[in-house]
């Protein structure tokens, strides 16, 4: 059974930034790629950004590119998302994904991935 748990998030000025993380445990996720999303109050669920199994592709939303930065740490078993420059509409639960595959065409579409966090809520204030 695998277990996704973000944390991390807070409250922060805009113009700063914050690092949220993810364990996963339950079972090794070295060989699958991740992704981090995210859903602001009364809006649709978000792609933020996508990493491949090793780490070596990464890909991000128009809105995070450039700003935010997507790792992971495979003996760690950590996925981390670090977002600088922060904006208020920055505001929302991240979630962090878990596919099945090392790699995905369709990195932005939630049904890619079957296991999901619970959330942290990242607020930004303007």
């Known amino acids: 059974q695998v277990q996704l748990a973000e944390s991390g998030g807070g409250l922060v000025q805009a113009g700063d930034s914050l690092r949220v993380s993810c364990a996963a445990s339950?079972?090794?996720?070295?060989?699958?790629?991740m992704a981090w999303f995210r859903r602001a109050p009364e809006k649709e669920r978000e792609f933020v950004g996508f990493i491949n199994w090793n780490g070596d592709i990464t890909n991000y939303a128009d809105s995070t590119k450039g700003r935010f930065t997507i790792s992971r740490d495979n003996a760690k078993n950590m996925l981390y998302l670090q977002m600088n420059s922060l904006k208020h509409e920055d505001t929302a639960v991240y979630y962090c994904?878990?596919?099945?595959?090392?790699?995905?065409?369709?990195?932005?579409?939630?049904?890619?991935?079957?296991?999901w966090g619970e959330g942290t809520q990242v607020s930004v204030s303007s």
């Open positions: 339950g079972r090794t996720f070295t060989y699958n790629a």
């Open positions: 994904a878990l596919s099945s595959y090392s790699g995905i065409a369709d990195y932005s579409n939630p049904a890619r991935y079957p296991y």
